[in-house]
């Protein structure tokens, strides 16, 4: 008996714009991400990786193929459906954070629970753990322009931990951490995965790579290579031969 895997691309395609003014920024990409699995993708710049999250978390529609989390193709999901359905399954690190200015940390992390039906003080509660996890537990009640950048950051991955998300996805969710409070990160997301979720990672540094069971390797909207996690000095050759 097979497992459905938390996240499914099927010949996954991307284009913006149309005519001669096209841009292709994925190319008929398959990827399985399993529940207790962790996967990374690296690239040059511009290969695709974001567009990749972005499709995979339901913020962006593919051109052509198919994107089902939990197993369903979420081109089948009217607008409300697909909101809710990135609420319940999705937990999301942006690149540019997203925190929103006028609410505390505590509240920018409840924000995604309250918005799903979680009463008040049960949101809460679970806002603060999630900040605990993440070492930012006594900033809870301070706004975003009053922590420094990396607490910011931390903030942002409480937010995408909150709740009982099955799929995590991280664009370069250390990039304002120092290298021992990145560790401290890649260790949260690989716990989670230990815990039954599914985390789709784009990183450029093979040190938080070697953390994933798989390495995906993407250069012009396509997928040129994979190989297990662990040692990936071979696969930062690779990357930095394709112009990284």
Same mark, same amino acid.
């Given at each position: ?9 099927a010949? %996954?395609?991307?284009? &913006? +714009?149309?005519?001669?003014q096209?841009?292709?920024?994925? !190319?008929e ?57 990135? !609420?319940? &399954?999705v ?7 997203? $925190? *929103?200015?006028?609410?505390? =940390?505590?509240?920018? %992390? ?7 039906? %979680? ?9 603060? =753990?999630?900040?605990g996890?993440?070492?930012?537990g006594?900033?809870?009640?301070r ?12 903030? @942002? ?6 709740? /009982? ?7 370069e ?8 409070? +990145?560790?401290? %990160? ?15 990672? #784009?990183? &450029?540094?093979?040190?938080? =790579? ?7 390797? $993407?250069?012009?909207? /396509? *997928? #040129? ?6 040692? #990936?000095?071979?696969?930062? +050759?690779?990357?930095?031969? @394709?112009?990284?």
């Amino acid at each position: 008996m097979t497992t459905e895997p938390v996240l499914r691309l099927a010949a %996954v395609s991307r284009v &913006h +714009g149309a005519g001669p003014q096209a841009v292709p920024a994925l !190319r008929e990409v398959s990827l399985e991400v399993a529940a207790g699995e962790l996967v990374a993708v690296m690239g040059p710049s511009g290969s695709g990786k974001s567009t990749l999250l972005n499709l995979a978390g339901g913020l962006d529609r593919p051109t052509s193929g198919t994107v089902a989390v939990e197993g369903v193709d979420l081109a089948t999901l009217p607008a409300g459906r697909l909101a809710a359905s990135r !609420r319940r &399954h999705v937990g999301y690190v942006f690149q540019d954070l997203n $925190l *929103i200015p006028s609410l505390t =940390a505590a509240e920018n %992390v409840m924000l995604p629970r309250e918005l799903d039906g %979680v009463r008040t003080r049960e949101a809460r509660r679970e806002a603060v =753990a999630a900040l605990g996890e993440v070492g930012m537990g006594e900033i809870a009640d301070r706004f975003p322009d009053e922590i420094s950048g990396g607490q910011r950051q931390r903030v @942002a991955i409480a937010r995408a931990l909150v709740g /009982e998300r099955r799929l995590l996805l991280a664009d370069e969710p250390t990039g304002a951490l120092d290298s021992a409070t +990145g560790e401290d %990160v890649l260790a949260l997301l690989r716990a989670r995965c230990d815990a039954g979720a599914a985390v789709l990672l #784009v990183t &450029h540094e093979p040190r938080l =790579a070697a953390w994933a069971d798989r390495v995906v390797f $993407l250069r012009d909207g /396509e *997928i #040129v290579d994979s190989t297990g996690g662990g040692p #990936v000095a071979a696969a930062s +050759g690779r990357i930095r031969e @394709a112009g990284e």
